[in-house]
């Protein structure tokens, strides 16, 4: 009996973590969609590693921060804020204790530069639990393409935003 309970005992808490760890994903995209992106670098661990492809990267938590806090200077829209909306999808995770590995899709409907603009990639993620809190330890953004609705992304060139 003492077998089974320490087998039902480390599946729940396996599913706790992945359940965590599908929240900390959803809270991140939460916060872009809601224009929280000084609250971004909260989501990390102080030592995380961010790779966004061509469009940036940051080391630590507080690069990680204003990373993200910049992005209104740099997606400047009419109103005064940018328009970014993040739709995440089809996250997986794998837990090993206190550190987990995970995989997510990405489609975005950012206004660039006054256009509309579709940009689809893949998250690949490390997390790390720390004090019971699940953080990101690293994320890395692999974009496949970042073009305006207009054109599509049939062309040769995929990649046309910057930061």
């Known amino acids: 009996m003492s077998d089974e309970l ?10 706790e973590a992945e359940s965590a760890l599908h929240k900390l994903r959803n809270r991140f995209h939460e916060y872009v969609n809601t224009d ?53 999808h089809g996250h997986d995770v794998t837990v090993d204790g206190d550190s987990a590995t995970g ?20 998250f690949a993620d490390t997390y790390t639990r720390a004090g019971g809190e699940w953080l990101f330890a690293s994320v890395a953004l692999e974009i496949w393409y970042s073009v305006p609705v207009a054109e599509g992304w049939a062309g040769p060139d995929r990649h046309r935003m910057s930061l």
């Open 36 to 88: 929280r992106w000084d609250e971004i670098g909260g989501l990390f661990a102080p030592d995380a590693e961010l790779d966004y492809s061509y469009l940036g990267s940051a080391s630590g938590r507080p690069a990680i921060t204003e990373f993200f806090a910049a992005i209104p200077r740099l997606l400047p829209a009419e109103a005064g804020t940018p328009f970014v909306r993040q739709f995440i």
């Open 6 to 15: 320490d087998a039902l005992r480390l599946r729940l808490e396996v599913l």
């Open 103 to 122: 995989t997510s899709f990405l489609f975005a409907t950012p206004i660039y530069h006054g256009q509309s603009f579709v940009l689809a990639g893949r």
